[in-house]
């Protein structure tokens, strides 16, 4: 079975730090872009960060640039990881990650192959 599995959320005051991982089962990450997205109740689905197939490439929406970081797992292929520090109650939503359609990154969001379940970040004091 092909599948995406997000963890890591949770409930984090404000000002603190999480980490998600995604993992894949089923086919292997290291030949296509790796996408994180997030949604908000009432809100459109953004993407959030993407890293490419040679961890060079990587993107991020200005919200969180220099507070998430993206990147590869060198010893396991098949997982990528977002950090996330000094967040936001607006950082409150479901994340995603997805297998993109190619093996970069481009300014945009892709169109996903495989899409995870989602894992909820609520940031509240």
């Known amino acids: 079975q092909l599948q995406l599995v997000e963890s890591g959320g949770g409930l984090v005051q404000p000002g603190g730090s999480l980490r998600l991982s995604c993992t894949a089962s089923?086919?292997?990450?290291?030949?296509?872009?790796v996408e994180w997205y997030r949604q908000a109740p009432g809100k459109e689905r953004e993407r959030v960060s993407c890293?490419?197939?040679?961890?060079?490439?990587?993107?991020y929406v200005d919200s969180v640039r220099s507070r998430f970081t993206i990147w590869r797992d060198s010893a396991n292929k098949n997982t990528v990881y977002l950090q996330m520090n000094k967040l936001k109650p607006e950082d409150t939503a479901i994340y995603y990650c997805a297998a993109a359609s190619i093996s970069y990154c481009r300014t945009y969001p892709s169109i996903p192959r495989y899409w995870g379940q989602g894992t909820q970040v609520t940031v509240s004091s």
């Open positions: 890293v490419s197939t040679d961890d060079t490439g990587v993107h």
């Open positions: 089923g086919f292997t990450l290291d030949h296509t872009a």
